[in-house]
């Protein structure tokens, strides 16, 4: 990457991406990281954008970065060659992360941030590039068939209608019988502020797009019954980070029943062979 780009041709939830690469790259550039991703630090620096108004950056988008590597690589020891999809994969560099040479990876997100990726990140023959709706099933033609698939949804499902996710869900264990959906949820507390008048504000200069779908640790377990296609779903445990990150009392304080239920969380669905 030899010049900087302009990260204001990203708006509305798009500009979110910039978010989550700004937390993932000021963790990869800290003298020890809990994240090792020398390609998310150039595309933070190419791009040039008032960063500053996300805040103070957090390890949590490192640390779920984290989690869907390692869901990636434990798919892809099971079914050497499989697809795993990206669904919004914004500015995401797991690919270079996971690094597996045989994987075959479909990349979804929007057209402007599909223009991006094109522009700053490396051209693989590995990558199918789909610059469209995840809501969009066109893309569901081009997962290869031959492999149960890993579908990755990071970050993005609270930014849909509840029925949008629904239908979705319902849909993805319908087409990938065996394949396995990674994605996270926000509780429903933090949705309700997010749709409220005033809204959240990151800062007095960012407030987050709207995140209307919220989605708790008992409610995840239970879509084997609304779904019967997808047969089980499990609680995945956020990686250990630093300092509160990593202190295990604080983990297991957020884990005690009732917490638990008020915390953002990720899942792994299992669909029916
Ligand atoms: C919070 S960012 C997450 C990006 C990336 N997954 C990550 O973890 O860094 C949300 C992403 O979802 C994408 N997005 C929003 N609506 C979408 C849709 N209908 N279809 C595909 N992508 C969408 C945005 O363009 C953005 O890249």
């Known amino acids: ?5 302009d990260g204001n041709s990203l708006r509305g939830v798009s500009a979110t ?10 963790e990869a550039k800290r003298p020890a990281p809990i994240i090792d991703d020398p390609l998310a630090v150039e595309l933070y620096e190419t791009i040039d954008y008032d960063y500053e108004k996300f805040g103070k950056p957090s390890q949590s988008h490192a640390l779920r970065a984290l989690a869907a590597d390692a869901a990636a690589r434990d798919h892809l020891a099971r079914h050497p060659g499989a697809s795993v999809v990206n669904l919004g994969e914004g ?8 690094a597996d040479p045989k994987v075959a990876w479909i990349s979804v997100d929007l057209a402007p941030v599909m223009e991006v990726r094109r522009e700053l990140l490396p051209r693989e023959e590995q990558i199918v590039e789909c610059p469209t709706s995840a809501l969009d099933r066109a893309w569901f033609d081009e997962v290869p ?3 149960p698939v890993l579908i990755i949804a990071e970050g993005l499902f609270m930014y849909f209608e509840p029925d949008e996710v629904w239908a979705l869900l319902t849909d993805l264990a319908a087409r ?6 990674f994605f996270d949820s926000i509780p429903s507390w933090f949705s309700k502020k997010t749709v409220s008048p005033n ?3 990151l800062t007095d200069r960012y407030r987050t797009p709207p995140m209307p779908f919220s989605l708790n640790i008992v409610g995840a377990a239970a ?7 997808i047969t089980r ?4 445990p956020m990686p250990r980070g630093r300092g509160p990150w990593g202190n295990a009392l604080l983990m297991s304080f957020a884990d005690a029943p009732v917490l638990k239920n008020l915390r953002p969380s990720i899942s792994l669905a299992h669909f029916a062979e």
């Open 199 to 201: 809204g959240l504000h």
């Open 145 to 147: 068939d031959d492999q």
């Open 223 to 229: 879509i084997p019954k609304r779904i019967p296609a």
């Open 17 to 26: 991406t910039l978010w989550t690469l700004r937390n993932r790259a000021e």
């Open 1 to 5: 990457m030899t010049r900087t780009i």
């Open 233 to 236: 779903v499990d609680d995945v």
């Open 176 to 181: 990938f019988p065996g394949g396995s959906l």
């Open 91 to 98: 500015l995401q560099t797991s690919f270079w992360r996971v």
